[in-house]
Every structure is written in structure tokens, then in C-alpha cells.
């Protein structure tokens, strides 16, 4: 909906998701966290949630596969996955506890009830 509506637009925006959907059957590592969606105004955190709803629902990723764009393989590709990006022993304590079940809707991401950081509460709802 943020994208211009013009003929470059009309044919690269179902290009890109279904390019993004192909790579990602073919086991490509999608990572998300795009420039091109942020607001130098705003948090750039909901603009993160949205991206992950778009890969969704434009792009026919789970919404486990879209939690993994930014965490597993975000992390692996900033070249820090042996400490950080998944929840396992010897891992890093930093996660995101949620109301909800992301499994079931993407956008129960943004249903966010406490962060950890380093093993710490950081915020608590």
C-alpha cells in the first residue's frame, strides 16, 4: 500500500514476491530488515512487523519462515548465528515473549508482553 502506484510498480511488486516465494521454496535464506521500508520519524520496529506480514501474505511464506527472516537468518547473516538467532542451550538470552501465537497470525508479533536481553527484562508490559 506504501508503494507507488505506477506502471514499474504494477509489474516489479508481484515480481519481487513471487521471486522472494521461489527463493525461499528453493531453501534460499531469506533475511528481512529492508531500508526501503523505513521511517527515519518512527520506531522502525512496526515497519519490521509489517515486512514479515508482507512476506505472508504477498510472498507465501508461514509465518514461522517469516519469524526466522529475522531472527535464524538474520543473525546468520550478520555472522553471529553461533550466539544469537534461535532459542537453544548456550545460546544468548534474548528473546521476545508474545500474548499470542505467531504460528496462527503473523501479526501476533506486534502482541509483545516482555523482551529479554542478555538473560535481563528489559520491558515488561
Do not use: C, F
Amino acid at each position: 500500500a506504501e508503494m507507488p502506484d505506477d506502471s514499474v510498480a504494477r509489474l516489479r511488486t508481484p515480481w519481487m514476491y513471487a521471486v522472494t516465494h521461489r527463493a525461499a521454496q528453493l531453501g534460499v535464506r531469506i533475511v528481512s530488515g529492508t531500508d526501503g521500508m523505513y521511517d527515519a520519524k518512527a520506531d522502525s520496529l512496526p515497519l519490521l512487523h509489517r515486512e514479515r506480514e508482507l512476506l505472508v501474505s504477498n510472498a507465501g511464506l508461514t509465518p514461522l519462515q517469516a519469524i526466522t527472516t529475522a531472527t535464524r537468518n538474520g543473525a546468520w547473516a550478520i555472522g553471529i548465528a553461533d550466539s544469537v538467532g534461535t532459542v537453544a542451550a548456550g545460546m544468548r538470552a534474548d528473546l521476545v515473549l508474545l500474548g499470542a501465537d505467531p504460528a496462527a497470525d503473523i501479526r501476533n508479533t506486534r502482541a509483545i508482553r516482555a523482551v529479554i536481553q542478555g538473560g535481563r527484562v528489559v520491558r515488561a508490559k
